[in-house]
């Protein structure tokens, strides 16, 4: 029903910037009735949600771990949900997806297996 597309990703050195973009088709994301979520995953490590924007009132949330460096953000009128990465690490490096679901709650409450919908992956790689 919602097919999304991650870009955006790429080498950088740490201190570096990205901003990955979602774009989004069948659906509004952080409308009505579908929230939007980033997940990264590294090798052997488990799937992790970065940030979201709520269905609704598109409230916005940023996992701790990134909390100060990274920010989601929406744009409406096309539909594209963005993640800026600022002050890039290391352990920053991962496959970056974005997701999306109707979840009648705050989005910061589900965690992966809830989204049905996921983008292809983008690979983001923090090395000097």
């Known amino acids: 029903q919602v097919q999304l597309a991650e870009s955006g990703g790429g080498l950088v050195q740490p201190g570096g910037s990205l901003q990955l973009s979602c774009a989004a088709s069948?659906?509004?994301?952080?409308?009505?009735?579908?929230?939007a979520a980033w997940f990264r995953q590294a090798p052997g490590k488990e799937r992790e949600r970065v940030a979201c924007i709520s269905a609704g009132d598109g409230r916005p949330f940023v996992a701790d771990s990134v909390k100060g460096r990274f920010t989601i953000s929406r744009d409406a009128a096309k539909n594209i949900i963005y993640l800026q990465m600022s002050d890039l690490q290391s352990d920053d490096t991962a496959v970056y997806y974005c997701?999306?679901?109707?979840?009648?709650?705050?989005?910061?409450?589900?965690?992966?297996?809830?989204?049905?919908?996921w983008g292809q992956g983008t690979q983001v790689t923090v090395s000097s």
């Open positions: 069948g659906a509004t994301l952080g409308g009505f009735h579908y929230a």
């Open positions: 997701a999306a679901e109707r979840l009648a709650l705050s989005c910061d409450l589900y965690r992966s297996h809830e989204y049905k919908n």
